[in-house]
């Protein structure tokens, strides 16, 4: 006895289970795409950290080389051709690579200037131990000596800075107001 074509055994999947499977899959990667963002954003915001942190074991070298007394730098340049004196090219000699001076999320000032961070010419020729900011003496978890030339990083605070103790936060420690 033969059954009728209707009655013969299928292979494969019906366009609805395919249209399941293609929404569940689509509906996990809306929830991992953003994560994994967040989670690369997170990385590099602990290597510029980590950049930060590197940079003040230089400076601490440097100070042990020259009495105390914090260098006289520039904020900054805008180009590499400029012969001024700027961190990257003042404590080279104290750090492995000028790799420390990029942050990850720079995208445009390390290529041009060769640096992605900004020292506060506030405290240039300083004595460590006599360093003042808006009228912040004697803590100096609360001086910041470099920060991010522009705040890449996620969150309200989005610039990293290197405090005067070589602690590297996204935090501000210090208030312009009474």
């Excluded at 499977?21 to 994560?35: D, H, K, N, R, S």
């Excluded at 995208?107 to 020729?125: C, M, P």
Aim: glycine fraction near 6%.
């Amino acid at each position: 006895m033969s059954h009728p074509a209707s009655y013969r055994c299928r292979r494969g999947f019906t366009l609805v289970e395919i249209l399941v499977v293609v929404g569940i899959i689509v509906a996990i990667a809306a929830l991992i795409v953003p994560l994994s963002r967040s989670f690369i954003a997170k990385s590099r915001q602990a290597a510029c950290l980590s950049n930060l942190k590197q940079i003040g074991i230089a400076i601490e070298s440097y100070l042990q080389d020259h009495n105390d007394t914090m260098p006289n730098l520039e904020a900054g340049r805008q180009s590499r051709n400029e012969d001024l004196p700027v961190m990257e090219n003042t404590l080279s000699d104290y750090l492995s690579s000028e790799d420390v001076f990029h942050c990850p999320e720079d995208k445009v000032h390390f290529k041009a200037s060769g640096s992605s961070y900004l020292w506060n010419s506030t405290q240039s020729g300083r004595n460590k131990h006599r360093l003042v900011f808006f009228n912040i003496t004697g803590d100096s978890s609360r001086i910041p000596l470099v920060s991010d030339k522009e705040g890449w990083h996620p969150g309200e605070n989005s610039v990293n800075i290197l405090y005067a103790d070589y602690s590297a936060s996204k935090e501000f420690k210090f208030r312009t107001s009474p």
